[in-house]
């Protein structure tokens, strides 16, 4: 016997596998397999109902959105894709492993920044808080003017509106209206673009003009 044969011999050789145990694992195989036969069965059939509920969707004049379940992340991966598929906006909604679910909106209908923003923090859309804001942010500076404070204090006021209404129906939305309703310290309160007669100042003087001589004539 030569060398290596006899280191050989000498080894200790591995366990043998018994019959019981070649069993139990060639089981927990063909248990895995099935599980996963059976989970791309309900994902096939998850996706042939999602897909004609849309599509009934989509046919139907009367309908802006449709509301879905709650469903798992890879169900909801599945609704986003046929969504885009079929031309449709979709966007999810809720806390995920308690109501997390899907809202399909035809394109002509998909809401605008700030009402994603509340429906994803759970505030209910109201289309009049935005009116609400102009008006309040209009209030607070002509207080302001009204009651001369520092440039410091004015900044502080204003920003504490805007972080105060951002909660509420979101911070772009805020801003714009606290930017439209800005004070004009040289014009007055309402700018330019916000009055009704936008003409210069050259032309309302030629329509002056124009008048008194048709009364004249």
Do not use: C
């Not at 006899?6 to 070649?22: A, D, F, H, R, W």
Request: no cysteine; glycine share 4%.
């Amino acid at each position: 016997m030569d060398l290596l044969g006899s280191i050989l011999n000498k080894m200790t050789k591995p366990p043998t596998v018994g019959e019981q145990q070649k069993k139990a694992m060639q089981k927990q195989r063909e248990d895995i397999l099935k599980r996963q036969e059976e989970e791309r069965v309900q994902l096939k059939n998850f996706q042939k109902k999602i897909e004609a509920n849309i599509d009934s969707f989509a046919k139907d004049n009367t309908l802006e959105k449709l509301t879905l379940q709650p469903m798992n992340k890879m169900q909801r991966s599945i609704v986003h894709e046929i969504a885009e598929t079929a031309g449709l906006s979709a966007f999810s909604f809720g806390e995920e492993d308690v109501d997390r679910h899907v809202v399909v909106y035809k394109k002509e209908f998909t809401p605008g920044p700030d009402e994603l923003n509340a429906y994803r923090k759970g505030i209910p859309w109201n289309p009049d808080s935005v009116k609400q804001v102009y008006f309040k942010a209009f209030s607070i500076l002509k207080e302001e003017d009204e009651q001369p404070a520092s440039k410091s204090d004015s900044t502080v006021s204003s920003a504490q509106y805007v972080n105060k209404y951002d909660r509420l129906i979101g911070k772009e939305a805020v801003k714009d209206a606290v930017k439209v309703t800005q004070v004009n310290r040289k014009y007055g309160f309402v700018s330019s673009e916000n009055k009704k007669d936008q003409r210069s100042i050259e032309q309302t003087l030629a329509d002056i003009r124009a008048k008194k001589r048709q009364k004249t004539e």
